[in-house]
């Protein structure tokens, strides 16, 4: 069973900037990653995603040219860097992962989950 663990969460101002990881306790090669989060009162949205080979990757519109997400399959972690923070991303940033996606990514079907890592973006 792969587990995924988050870290990198904190608060910080907006217009500041966090860089997330998602560390695997396995190879990631052959998983495609995802970051989601979670506002309260408000439904889990997929954030951005990258394939297994990490040649292809996605963002949702409202973190597009802001955050950046890469992998490091020697290090089995990927990370979600974060930039221009505002108090809308605000949520706790869960990372899963997707078997088989090394191709492509999405944020459905996912196989294993990470327990969260909360994000706070106020002054």
């Known amino acids: 069973q792969l587990q995924l663990v988050e870290s990198g969460g904190g608060l910080v101002q907006p217009g500041g900037s966090l860089r997330l990881s998602c560390a695997a306790s396995?190879?990631?090669?052959?998983?495609?990653i995802g970051w989601f989060r979670q506002a309260p009162g408000k439904e889990r949205e997929g954030v951005s995603c990258?394939?297994?080979?990490?040649?292809?990757?996605n963002y949702a519109d409202s973190v597009k040219g802001r955050f950046t997400i890469s992998r490091d399959n020697a290090k089995n972690t990927v990370y979600l860097q974060m930039n221009s923070l505002k108090p809308e991303d605000t949520a706790v940033y869960y990372c899963?992962?997707?078997?088989?996606?090394?191709?492509?990514?999405?944020?459905?079907?996912?196989?294993?989950w990470g327990s969260g890592t909360p994000v706070t973006v106020s002054s």
């Open positions: 396995g190879f990631l090669d052959l998983y495609g």
């Open positions: 990258i394939s297994g080979s990490g040649s292809s990757t």
């Open positions: 899963a992962a997707d078997y088989l996606a090394v191709q492509k990514c999405g944020y459905y079907g996912m196989d294993h």
